[in-house]
């Protein structure tokens, strides 16, 4: 196969254009519960939401709303809706190809590298004992990261919640299409930085950037820092250069941040929806912090319980059984199954640990906040999920495989068409919101 169309764009769009014609025809043609008419009002008027505000969400949904795309203003709101939603599935794609392709890499990869001269190991001798790796094998290894990324895409795609971002207008489908770029930037920035100087790289950049739209966004995106903080002390330690990137850092992500300053300048203009009219100090800083919104968090072990039990009690409707199966079998092959080419920079198990803490960072967040749409706050650990369960139908297949790479190619993409098509069929008939119109019904009665 041509080395071009491996590359992990190719996916992402196919992963994206795939799942934005399935979430169409599960939109909702209307106005739906909670926030949705309130956020559709805000961007068509260039008003002021509820705290934390969400400038960029704001800003980005006006465009839409004037797009000559569908007659109504809030079909237009819900086609954004499904676009990021797909969008950030596609955003996936490139967040476990970059796992794959430069962070792990498997023990059938040692067979191939070329042996230091002199007198043969025992483990030289067994290598020469497997077959040669042939052409069609070397293609499929290549081509490995690109199917599985793109099975981890479509199966993150078809979970309860992830779908459900996609049926109507809400902050979360632009936030999980900011994740996992973010994400993806951050890695890159990890791989290619030079510990011993404070220049940061072009990806450094783009990190910084990202995350600072993000937080404008959303500022749940704060979840991440558990894990981001972990790996980048892990990589550049505690040294002078690791704070001077850091500063570097701080530029570009301020100068996101300055969407912020949408919420006084607009709020001062007195729009049709204007929360909390944040047009001076008191008021912004209480709206972007969520002031109001600290009666609900951290309450107290009894919801935290109630959250957490609710949690995983919805797992396996969240994903599916088979789905989670093999996101257990990734966590495992995590630890016992991949190396990785940073000569020991990074080992295996900071980087299991960092996958755990962006897990458990969202998780232990999320049970402390007391409310009834609770779901959405766990979408970074659903994140997770996705990505441990991308590399665990990776590693069976090479448990099972007895390391031959087109086996491993075709059962990758076997397994992983079958996790995203169970949960496709188990899901649909719950996130089909076509014909819902009982909130347009009930305002008309």
């Given at each position: ?16 254009l795939?799942?934005?014609v399935v979430?169409?025809?599960t939109?909702?043609?209307s ?23 969400y ?7 006006y465009?839409f ?7 109504q203003?809030?079909?237009?709101m ?10 950030g599935?596609?955003?996936m794609?490139?967040l ?23 007198k043969?190991?025992s483990q030289?001798r067994?290598?020469?004992?497997l ?7 070397s293609?499929a290894?290549s ?8 099975v ?14 996609s049926?109507s ?22 791989r ?5 100087s404070?220049k ?6 783009l990190?910084a950037?990202t ?14 820092a ?6 980048y ?8 250069k ?14 996101t941040?300055?969407l912020?300053?949408?919420?006084p300048?607009?709020?001062?203009q007195?729009p ?8 001076n100090?008191q008021?912004?800083?209480?709206h972007?912090?969520?002031?109001q919104?600290?009666?609900w ?26 789905t ?9 092959t ?6 990785f080419p940073l000569?020991?920079?990074?080992g295996?198990?900071n ?6 803490l ?25 994140l ?15 448990y ?18 079958l996790c ?11 996130a089909d919101e ?12």
């Open positions: 196969m041509n080395p071009v169309l491996l590359r992990p764009r190719y996916a992402a769009i196919a992963v994206a795939i799942t934005f979430y169409l025809t939109m909702s043609h106005v739906d519960f909670i926030d949705a008419g309130e956020l559709a009002t805000v961007c068509h008027t260039l008003g002021i939401a509820h705290p934390t505000g400038p960029l969400f704001a800003l980005v949904g465009v709303s004037i797009l000559p795309i569908a007659s203003v809030i079909v237009r819900n086609i954004m809706a499904a676009l990021f939603t797909s969008l599935a596609g955003a794609v490139f476990m190809f970059e796992i794959l392709s430069f962070w792990l890499s498997s023990e059938s990869t040692k067979q191939n590298r070329p042996q230091a001269k002199g043969k190991n030289q067994e290598n020469e004992r077959p040669k790796v042939t052409t069609t094998d293609e290894q081509a490995l990261p690109f199917v599985a990324s793109f981890t895409g479509l199966i993150a795609a078809f979970a309860t919640t992830w779908w459900g971002q049926t207008i809400e902050v979360y489908p632009l936030h999980l299409f900011l994740i996992p770029i973010t994400l993806t930037f951050f890695l890159r920035m990890i290619k930085e030079d510990p011993m404070s940061i790289t072009r990806d450094a950049q990190f950037i995350l600072g739209l993000s937080f404008s966004n959303h500022l749940t995106t704060v979840l991440i558990p894990a981001c903080l972990y790996l002390f892990v990589r550049f330690g505690f040294g002078i690791a704070w001077e990137k850091i500063a570097r850092l701080a530029i570009p992500f301020v100068l941040l300055l912020y300053l949408y919420l300048i607009r709020s001062s007195y049709i929806m204007d929360w909390g009219h944040p047009a100090l008021n912004f800083l209480k972007v912090t969520g002031g919104y600290k009666i968090m951290f309450t107290g072990s009894a919801s935290a319980a109630k959250n957490m039990s609710y949690f995983w009690s919805h797992l396996s409707t969240e994903f599916g059984v088979l989670l199966l093999f996101a257990l079998a990734g966590l495992v995590l630890i016992v199954r991949f190396k000569r020991g920079r990074i295996a198990a980087f299991t640990l960092f996958t755990i962006l897990f458990f960072g969202c998780l232990f967040y999320a049970i402390n906040y007391e409310i009834h749409d609770i779901d959405s706050y766990f979408l970074l650990a659903y997770t999920i996705s990505l441990w369960a991308g590399i665990g139908i990776v590693g069976a297949n090479q099972f495989s007895k390391e031959k790479a087109r086996i491993i190619l075709q059962g990758t993409l076997a397994l992983g068409l995203a098509g169970v949960e496709c069929a188990l899901h649909y008939a719950d076509s014909g819902n119109y009982f909130v347009e019904d009930y305002a008309h009665n």
